[in-house]
């Protein structure tokens, strides 16, 4: 069972940067694909991006254009998602999900085995 725990969130004006921190317990995120998803009011959770499981690689979304990366730090047992130039359609609660051994684009939230319970990005006009 692997818990996970989002943190980071907050309220930032058009424009600023945040950084989410997905962290892990009871087991190694390294073996493990990490998505982040979004949800807004009224709309259904949506894929942002992902980092596989294995050689790292990244997917992002389109609407994603640039302003996202997301990055391991196995020692920290965490995955972060660093967004920029962050706008306020990017305002949304954000969660992080873990396949075991995922590989690709993992776009399909019923993919994932673990939720974290998320965190909210507010972002003003």
């Known amino acids: 069972q692997v818990q996970l725990a989002e943190s980071g969130g907050g309220l930032v004006q058009t424009g600023d940067s945040l950084r989410l921190t997905c962290a892990a317990a009871?087991?190694?995120?390294?073996?493990?694909?990490v998505g982040w998803f979004r949800q807004a009011p009224g709309k259904e959770r949506e894929f942002v991006g992902r980092v596989s499981w294995g050689d790292s690689s990244t997917y992002f979304a389109d609407f994603v254009k640039g302003r996202f990366t997301i990055s391991r730090d196995n020692v920290r047992n965490t995955v972060y998602l660093e967004m920029n130039n962050l706008k306020p359609e990017d305002t949304a609660v954000y969660y992080c999900a873990a396949e075991f051994r995922g590989m690709g684009w993992g776009k399909n939230p019923m993919d994932y085995d673990y939720w974290g319970q998320g965190t909210q990005v507010t972002v003003s006009s």
């Open positions: 009871n087991s190694a995120l390294s073996s493990y694909a």
